[in-house]
C-alpha cells in the first residue's frame, strides 16, 4: 500500500518535471524571440514560431495523456516515423541549445536497412528523449551536441552524445536512481530532481527497449536506445505495452 502511494507520487513528480521543463522551453525560445535573437522579419522567426508552438502543444499533450491515463483508458500504440520524430526533436530543441551557446547536429544515414518505421506510445518516447537532450545541454558547458539515428544490424538506434562534464565510472550504476544525482550536479550550477533518467529509463522498460550510457569524465557521454527489429519490419513494440505490473515503476501515465 505504501508502496503503492509512493509510485503515484513518483509518477506526479515525474509528469510535473516533464511539463514544467516544456514550459520552461517555450520560455526561452520567447525571451530569445523577444531579444531578436533571430531576426525582427516574419519569415526570419517563422522556425522558431513552430518550435514554440511545439514545446507548449509538448506540455500540453502530456497533461491530456495523463487524464486519459486518469480515466483509464488504454495507451495508444502507434506506427511513426522515427526519421522526421527526431527531426522536430532536433527543431525543437536547437534554439534552447543555441541558447546555451551550444552546437546541436542531427546525424542521420542516407538508408536504412528496414526504413525507419517504429511502434510505441509516442508521447512517452518524447518525454525519454527529451529528458536525454535536455541533460546533453544541462551537463555541458561548451561544446557540441549529437542526435543521431542509425541502423546498429537489424536494429535503430537513437544516440544522443554530448561534450560535455562526464560521470564518473564509479557513478555510472547510479545514474536511473530516482532522486540521485552525481556531487558534481550543484557545482555545475544545474539544479534538477534527479527525475529525467529514472524516466527515461521506466519509458525504454515499458516499450521493451535497450538503454545503454557510455561516458568518460570531462569529456562526454553517450546515451543509446535500441529499437529491436521485428519481424513485421517495423522496429520496437510487438504492439502493445508490457503491463503495469511488469513494469519498473508505476512511474509513468503510460
Ligand atoms: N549527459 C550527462 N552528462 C553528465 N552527467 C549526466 C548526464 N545526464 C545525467 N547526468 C548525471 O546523472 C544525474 C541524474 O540525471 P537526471 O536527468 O535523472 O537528473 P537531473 O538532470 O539532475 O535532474 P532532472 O532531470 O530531474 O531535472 C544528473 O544529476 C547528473 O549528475
Ligand atoms: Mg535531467
Known amino acids: 500500500m505504501q508502496q503503492e502511494v509512493l509510485s503515484k507520487q513518483l ?22 524571440l523577444i531579444d531578436g535573437a533571430y531576426g525582427y522579419s516574419l519569415e526570419e522567426i517563422r522556425p522558431f514560431l513552430i518550435a514554440l508552438r511545439d514545446t507548449n502543444d509538448r506540455g500540453m499533450s502530456l497533461v491530456e495523456a495523463n487524464r486519459v491515463s486518469q480515466e483509464a483508458k488504454p495507451v495508444t500504440v502507434a506506427q511513426f516515423d522515427m526519421l522526421s520524430f527526431l527531426q522536430t526533436t532536433y527543431s525543437l530543441f536547437k534554439p534552447i541549445a543555441q541558447y546555451h551557446s551550444l552546437n546541436l547536429h542531427y546525424e542521420t544515414q542516407s538508408s536504412y536497412k528496414h526504413g525507419t518505421q517504429v511502434q510505441g506510445d509516442s508521447i512517452s518516447i518524447d518525454r525519454m528523449l527529451c529528458n536525454l537532450v535536455t541533460n546533453a545541454i544541462k551537463y555541458t558547458l561548451a561544446g557540441d551536441i549529437f542526435l543521431r539515428l542509425l541502423n546498429q544490424e537489424d536494429d535503430l538506434a537513437i544516440e544522443i552524445e554530448d561534450t560535455g562534464c562526464g560521470i564518473a565510472a564509479e ?60 519481424d513485421d519490419g517495423i522496429y520496437g513494440l510487438d504492439g502493445r505495452m508490457l503491463p503495469k505490473s511488469q513494469r519498473l515503476q508505476d512511474a509513468l501515465s503510460i
Open 171 to 230: 557513478q555510472l550504476s547510479n545514474i536511473f536512481i530516482p532522486l540521485w544525482r552525481a556531487p558534481n550536479s550543484n557545482l555545475l550550477h544545474q539544479s534538477g530532481m534527479g527525475l529525467g533518467l529514472y524516466i527515461a529509463l521506466c519509458v525504454a522498460h515499458a516499450h521493451g527497449l535497450k538503454i545503454s550510457v557510455n561516458s568518460v569524465a570531462k569529456q562526454g557521454t553517450k546515451f543509446t536506445i535500441i529499437f529491436p527489429y521485428k
Open 11 to 32: 509518477d506526479l513528480s515525474a509528469l510535473l518535471h516533464d511539463v514544467s521543463n516544456s514550459f520552461k522551453g517555450a520560455s526561452l525560445i520567447v525571451n530569445q
